[in-house]
């Protein structure tokens, strides 16, 4: 790692970042800022693709490999230059201000904030599972209109999901406002029940919760490996699904941002990006393996049973909750919806 001097010391003595984060709370960042609704669904669409369990579990392997190389490589940077701004600092430095400052204003007008808005919505949506009033009706009083784009009908207006995502949006921004300290208490507690929630859901999956007709669906010699062209599937079905794993381990780089914030960053930032990406890369592939232990691999789209529609055809592509009804019976659907509405607020704050 770099030997460069730390310059968050000087800036916090004279009245810049507080270096409140330790290297706990950096690593609850990047792996709150990962864990989100992604690892409960996207195993779906990327059965689909494969069409087998090994290249399942190979799409997540490789999205891991990938990430954790990824995670080395901003360790570096961010030992270089340990400042607020996270890839904006990174950008500015080795392409020049134009980079940096293209790339910051898409950041805050685009990438970022519809990320937010994004992660909000779906908490909304989540909380109807378990608040039916909390419904996607648009209020009668609120002005309201459709716009029809190629991507299908959007209903413009206020609904009670809507609602929900934005006092969501509010809450979060009144906590970071009022510190660190505050922040990433929040950050932390959140991180630490929901990884213990997807950790809980494994141990279920490959113990009390296996059932012998997936396991001899997915695991006997021929199943495992599948019916497939290895030519055409690592050719273009292999990298379509990647778009899936890499999407739900994505969000590592955030605690750059606060790199400002978080004490002895050049030893910290590092290890917390290393043992964030990794922690939660070894989660995703434990809780496929859970997933191939509850249901089969292969389903019919119009099966009637958990069981009949397998992974591949899971109601919504709710993968998790599907495991989690099997069993749970049918408050397992609550049960993923509570674990999935934890991990919307951590991933966006």
Do not use: C
Not at 72 to 89: I, N, S, T
Not at 125 to 153: E, M, N, Y
Request: glycine fraction near 12%; hydrophobic fraction near 50%; charge should be neutral.
């Amino acid at each position: 790692m770099s030997s460069m001097p730390d310059t968050g010391d000087a800036q916090a003595s004279s009245g810049g970042f507080v270096k409140a984060l330790s290297l706990t709370d950096a690593t609850m960042l990047v792996a709150g800022s990962m864990i989100g609704s992604g690892i409960f669904i996207v195993s779906a669409d990327i059965s689909r693709t494969v069409g087998s369990p090994l290249w399942l579990m190979l799409a997540w392997l490789a999205a891991g490999v990938i990430t954790v190389l990824g995670a080395l490589a901003y360790g570096e940077l961010a030992a270089m230059y340990p400042r607020a701004g996270g890839q904006y600092v990174f950008l500015r430095e080795s392409m020049g201000p134009l980079m940096g400052f293209l790339y910051g204003w898409t950041l805050f007008i685009v990438i970022q904030t519809g990320t937010i808005a994004a992660v909000a919505v779906a908490f909304g949506r989540f909380l109807g599972v378990l608040w039916p009033a909390i419904t996607p009706d648009r209020f009668g009083w609120f002005p309201q209109f459709d716009v029809t784009t190629p991507g299908g009908l959007i209903e413009v207006g206020l609904t009670p999901q809507r609602l929900i995502a934005l006092i969501t949006v509010w809450i979060l921004t009144w906590i970071n406002l009022r510190g660190v300290k505050e922040g990433k208490f929040v950050q932390t507690t959140l991180t630490i029940i929901k990884t213990g929630a997807l950790a809980l859901l494994i141990l279920l999956g490959i113990t009390i919760g296996r059932h012998a007709d997936a396991i001899a669906a997915n695991f006997s010699a021929g199943n495992f490996v599948g019916n497939v062209d290895v030519t055409s599937v690592f050719l273009i079905g292999f990298g379509a699904s990647l778009v899936g794993s890499l999407f739900s381990s994505d969000a590592w780089n955030n605690v750059t941002f606060a790199a400002a914030e978080v004490k002895n960053p050049q030893r910290n930032l590092p290890l917390a990006l290393l043992m964030g990406t990794g922690l939660v890369s070894l989660l995703y592939i434990l809780a496929n393996i859970a997933y191939l232990n509850v249901l089969p691999l292969e389903g019919t789209k119009d099966a009637a049973t958990l069981l009949g529609r397998g992974i591949q055809y899971a109601t919504q592509d709710r993968v998790g909750s599907a495991a989690a009804e099997m069993i749970f019976g049918p408050i397992g659907g609550s049960i993923m919806a509570a674990a999935i509405l934890i991990s919307q607020p951590s991933a966006s704050s």
